[in-house]
């Protein structure tokens, strides 16, 4: 991907790296970690990661909790407008930023454009209609395992499609995946088992009952779905960053950096493309299952390819490569028709434009990654150099060990393969 | 995936046939049918195929330029007094008409695809940006048209018009052969066959190779670049709003916002199966994929099968020959 081939020297002096930094200002949607930092997000992001484990949590541990109390609160001027019920815009909130998340794995780490990524949202809603709905002839399950059924069937899905594919190049994994998407529609409505247009009614919910005799999760009652979908989304974003920050993680952003060098320094580069785009598969399965079980309806006009678009926009304006990034852009792509009703029917062309613009004008998104990989990859090497050729010879190895607030961290040389062969 | 389905479902009625009886009694109509289809995708696909070879971009928008051209000749015949019946003029006077109404559509078409390349594409060719962010524009871009038009023209479908009284000329193997059919096929390889030979022998089609080969190299041998990267889009939204005229007349229900979606893909599909960007493979997956698509159609009872056998022979060809029958880029072929 990277428009620089192969390793090239190690800067020696910080102001070439500055200067290499400024040059790569917005190449990659993923690689902005040579962009310089002006203030605002970057400025924030810098230090958080300044901070120590401990403080991080004292931080984290009460926006958590304020996240879950997000639907009891009703903020004004915060809150949706009237007409839309503020729990259940948290819900689709949560699960738009669940679905930016996994598509961030297809997307922001291994930089494979997955334009259908609503084929396996509906591929998630349809299993866990089918296997509760009373109206379907399959054996009924608990809705709740329902979840990792639709999981593995999504990730089976996933992996059927990405076989042919992912040995190509990345453009047609973008076009086959977009007409995935379409066909998942037209099958819905051909398939007689699959129910076409009447659909499921009644999908199952995890049991429970309140009070009043109601069931808690209601398919009107926004709050109890928001805690499980938060819920999920928290234990999911432990594994994305523990996978983001191993092997598998590593060779995600190698061959996103430059799928022919990766493969060259020993990356199977297909096997982890598979992988990723499996594992995207499989969340974009899970939120589905979630939403069939709280809308409690599933057919076939549910599941319209542009909605795929809206999920590529929030990745990709959230800043693709970052987690946080994604929530924010997911949470985002969801709020603003809830809030702003008078636009929301020109959502999809506010969507489109903005898509364009921020590819033109900030392609690393409102919130963009940091590549720790690629400047430890570069500490590393300076490091092992700075050994073998004697004391003080590289500067810039200094440089690279502020990290933070100074150090510019890494021209996209030595990449993270140096070090994935180590580990 | 299917055969799993299907023998889980309950024993339900036909939603999927294997019907061959019915397949060989309409073999020629299918044949003659899935020709005119093939030509269309045809036309569109050599606009994907151009641009693939030009600048290894999968233009997602182009799907766009192309149902504008249908708006363009749409419009057009409504403004000529063209309605759902068939026109009550002379040969000649529909010659005329329809002959405008495709240098209206090739003119939406030529325009959309030349401002697309220079607001959306043409920034990020300046900053060298990777492939992702092309393919991220291209998709927003298709999707912002898409809306546009959308907020235009509204989700219902233009009124259908005839274009002239569709009647059989001559009979091949029992079969009528169609003058819709005939015109179709007939001026869409023609045109097909002038891209050709502009492409093979002409300076620019010239300088369009070199530019697929190698554009550094082309660049420092005087081709002016740019200018073959702006004509290659303009000839693409030429055939487009040939294949929108075309599309009109054969499927006149078809004019609508998001018309040009699931026809991109199969026109994207039949560039892949001929070999993309190769001009003859256009042609040839152009014309294959109608035929495969009206085939499984009637094989399978049920008309939106089509668009089902149309993607499963893009991820067939992508499985088993990715470089497609013809296989040759656009850069290699012979002068």
């Not at chain 1, 879950?68 to 815009?89: C, Q, S, Y």
């Not at chain 2, 971009?57 to 182009?62: E, Y």
Request: proline residues 6%; aromatic residues 10%.
């Amino acid at each position: 991907m990277s428009m620089t081939e192969g390793p090239r020297p190690l800067r020696t002096s910080k102001s070439e790296q500055q200067t290499e930094a400024s040059e790569a200002v917005g190449r990659l949607p993923g690689t902005s970690a040579d962009v310089p930092r002006r203030g605002g997000m970057g400025g924030w992001s810098d230090r958080w990661r300044e901070m120590p484990r401990q403080k991080q949590w004292l931080i984290l541990i009460p926006v958590v909790i304020l996240a879950f109390f997000l639907p009891l609160m009703n903020i004004p001027f915060i809150t949706t407008e009237p007409g839309n019920d503020w729990p259940l815009a948290c819900q689709a909130m949560a699960i738009f930023a669940l679905v930016a998340v996994g598509l961030n794995i297809v997307i922001g780490y291994a930089g494979l454009l997955d334009l259908g990524y609503i084929a396996f949202f509906a591929v998630g809603s349809y299993t866990a209609a089918m296997l509760t709905s009373p109206d379907s002839a399959f054996i009924k399950i608990p809705y709740l395992w329902t979840i990792p059924v639709a999981i593995a069937v999504s990730m089976f899905v996933g992996v059927l499609l990405g076989l042919p594919t992912l040995r190509l190049r990345g453009d047609y994994l973008a076009i086959v995946t977009l007409g995935f998407g379409e066909i998942v529609r037209i099958l819905a409505t051909l398939i007689p088992a699959m129910k076409g247009q009447p659909g499921f009614q009644n999908v199952g919910h995890p049991p429970g009952t309140g009070p009043d005799g109601i069931p808690v999760f209601a398919n009107s009652n926004g709050t109890p779905w928001y805690w499980l979908t938060l819920g999920i989304l928290i234990v999911l974003l432990f594994l994305v960053g523990n996978m983001e920050r191993s092997r598998v993680g590593r060779a995600w952003i190698a061959i996103r950096e430059d799928e022919d060098a990766a493969e060259t320094m020993g990356v199977p580069t297909f096997k982890y493309k598979v992988w990723a785009f499996a594992l995207g598969a499989g969340v974009g399965g899970m939120a589905g299952a979630l939403m069939g079980g709280q809308v409690g309806f599933v057919n076939n006009q549910k599941f319209d390819v542009v909605t795929s678009i809206l999920f590529v926009a929030a990745v990709v304006m959230g800043g693709s490569g970052n987690k946080v990034g994604a929530i924010v852009g997911g949470a985002l792509v969801a709020y603003i028709p809830l809030r702003f009703t008078a636009i929301a029917e020109y959502k999809f062309l506010i969507f489109g434009i903005a898509l364009i613009l921020i590819m033109i004008y900030r392609p690393q998104g409102l919130i963009p990654a940091k590549q720790r990989l690629l400047a430890y990859g570069t500490k590393a090497y300076a490091a092992v150099r700075a050994r073998f050729s004697g004391k003080g010879a590289n500067p810039s190895g200094t440089g690279g060990t502020g990290t933070g607030g100074t150090g510019k961290s890494a021209p996209p040389a030595p990449k993270p393969n140096a070090e994935g062969a180590t580990s | 995936m299917i055969p799993t389905i299907l023998a889980a479902a309950p024993p339900s009625s036909d939603w999927i046939t294997l019907d061959f009886a019915s397949l060989a009694q309409n073999f020629w109509s299918a044949t003659f049918d899935g020709l005119t289809f093939g030509s269309i995708y045809a036309l569109v696909a050599l606009g994907y195929t151009l641009v693939y070879g030009v600048l290894n971009l999968i233009n997602f928008a182009h799907s766009e330029v192309f149902i504008l051209g249908c708006y363009g000749v749409w419009f057009t015949l409504s403004f000529l007094g063209f309605g759902p019946s068939a026109p009550n003029l002379g040969v000649g006077a529909i010659v005329v008409n329809l002959l405008l109404a495709l240098i209206i559509g090739i003119i939406a078409s030529a325009l959309t695809a030349f401002l697309l390349e220079r607001l959306a594409y043409k920034p990020l060719r300046k900053r060298n940006a990777p492939r992702l962010v092309f393919l991220i524009t291209a998709i927003g871009a298709s999707f912002t048209i898409q809306y546009l038009i959308f907020l235009w023209r509204g989700p219902v479908p233009e009124q259908a018009l005839t274009m002239f009284k569709v009647k059989p000329i001559f009979e091949v193997f029992g079969t009528y052969i169609y003058n819709d059919q005939l015109l179709i096929v007939t001026a869409a390889i023609i045109m097909m066959v002038i891209i050709e030979r502009f492409i093979s022998k002409s300076r620019t089609g010239r300088g369009i190779r070199a530019v697929a080969q190698d554009p550094d190299t082309a660049t420092l041998m005087g081709v002016n670049k740019e200018k073959i990267i702006i004509t290659t889009f303009v000839i693409g939204g030429i055939l487009a709003g040939a294949a929108a005229l075309f599309y009109t007349m054969k499927i006149p229900s078809g004019v609508v916002y998001n018309g040009g979606f699931i026809l991109g893909i199969k026109a994207f599909a039949a560039a892949v199966l001929g070999g993309i960007g190769n001009v003859r493979g256009a042609l040839l997956g152009g014309l294959l994929l109608g035929l495969i698509g009206n085939y499984g159609q009637i094989l399978l009872g049920n008309s939106q099968w089509t668009d089902v056998v149309a993607f499963l022979v893009l991820v067939l060809v992508l499985l088993f020959r990715p470089e497609g029958i013809l296989g040759t880029s656009l850069g290699r072929s012979k002068a």
